[in-house]
């Protein structure tokens, strides 16, 4: 039976990523992933993890089964996180989920059980894992576009457009912040003209929430989403913590269900417990109890946001040391727009071509679209990239 399987292609960047091991060369450069490196090129773990799992480690008196939805305290502590004073507990169905990846399975599997003729809007570029499990799932694919290569923005008129197509009954795939790919970010005034949009077409808008702290601050990346929390009766978010808590190992993942009333919440959140039960049962426990130990205690919370703090801003000075040297470097401005960019991510706009010269001669590794990941950068590495960007012609 298993010699019918048929060959799958490999993910393309944890293929690079292999690649990158292999390469021999000293002082070569991994853009390519998409984790948190310090300028050491080491994932850290942050100082309030460490404090809630000592304190974990101290007080825990059994590794039973936990909630099948997760624990209240995680979602109750996920939901205020990411919603503010909009949180509101008897309307918002929550999921403990494996990873944000999980949230966003899952989150698709509840709307094609409410809609078996689902269909999904989805940002072109967007997360590649986005359109792979679509493709998996069998559910059909909409794109709308948002990249405009020419500014390295986002093409709002392209995306209103497309966006507007939708009905209701479909899903229009949203990222809350920090865009992956490309770093281009909708302001909050645009927000609000999609908003409009998603109130005229009847479509439900799923919001990806991976990068809450990385962009513009804790309150200031979750902005948008507000916004249409505040404005759409129903909503799902998909949020991750894997970056701004740095728990990537853990798999801590959440899903909310934003409904119209109690009953419907009942339903969604029955619905949810039920996926999780047809996919892996309980969620893990330990990534969402350090989450929920850091969010309900004072002054790890507070610790926690002062490192967040500090990771955010770290990469804001790359960006601007990286378009400063390119500006020196081309005599332009042209490359400008990676100062302007948010999160981990900015898209060159270099072709497969450019993006090979600078592997093969620079030992720079950089995902094929020309992503590049900010925090795989330091102070030395900087002025590397920049010539080796100019040099390829990009």
């Known amino acids: 039976m298993l010699g019918n399987l048929k060959p799958q292609a490999p993910d393309k960047i944890l293929a690079l990523m292999g690649e990158f091991k292999a390469d021999p060369r000293q002082g070569k450069i991994d853009l390519g992933v998409g984790v948190y490196k310090d300028a050491t090129g080491h994932t850290p773990i942050m100082r309030a993890v460490l404090d ?5 480690l101290e007080t825990e008196t059994t590794k039973s089964y936990a909630g099948l939805a997760g624990e209240p305290e995680f979602q109750q502590a996920m939901g205020k996180l990411i919603l503010g004073d909009l949180y509101k507990p008897e309307t918002t169905a929550a999921l403990a989920t494996v990873g944000g990846t ?9 709307a094609r059980m409410a809609n078996p ?12 894992n986005h359109v792979s499990i679509m493709n998996f799932m069998g559910v059909p694919v909409v794109e709308y576009r948002y990249f405009d290569a020419a500014t390295r923005g986002v093409d709002f008129d392209g995306l209103k457009a497309d966006i507007s197509a939708a009905k209701k009954g479909d899903v229009v795939l949203l990222h809350g912040c920090c865009h992956n790919p490309t770093g281009a970010n909708l302001t909050l005034e645009q927000w609000a003209e999609v908003a409009t949009i998603l109130e005229q077409t009847g479509a439900t808008p799923l919001i990806d929430l991976a990068y809450q702290g990385f962009g513009d601050g804790l309150e200031e990346d979750a902005a948008g989403t507000r916004l249409i929390a505040a404005r759409i009766p129903e909503v799902l978010i998909a949020a991750s913590c894997s970056k701004n808590f740095g728990i990537y190992r853990e798999r801590t993942g959440c899903l909310l269900a934003l409904c119209t009333d109690k009953a419907t919440k009942d339903l969604a959140q029955g619905a949810m417990a039920f996926l999780n039960r047809q996919t892996y049962s309980f969620p893990p426990f330990h990534g969402a109890k350090i989450v929920a ?3 309900t205690d004072d002054a790890l919370r507070a610790d926690w946001m002062a490192e967040l703090e500090a990771v955010r801003r770290g990469m804001l000075d790359l960006r601007q040391q990286l378009a400063a040297e390119l500006r020196t470097l081309s005599g332009s401005d042209r490359f400008d727009f990676v100062a302007s960019h948010r999160g981990m991510f900015s898209r060159l706009g270099a072709t497969p071509e450019q993006v090979a010269k600078v592997k093969e001669e620079f030992a720079i590794y950089m995902v094929g679209d020309s992503r590049i990941n900010i ?9 590397v990239l920049a010539r080796a960007i100019i040099e390829a012609g990009v």
């Open 102 to 110: 999980g949230a966003i399975r899952q989150a698709l599997e509840l």
């Open 117 to 128: 003729d689902l269909r999904v809007f989805v940002s072109n570029p967007t997360w590649p």
């Open 52 to 56: 809630a799992e000592k304190r974990m």
């Open 375 to 383: 925090a795989g950068l330091n102070q030395a590495t900087i002025p």
């Open 293 to 295: 130990t850091i969010l």
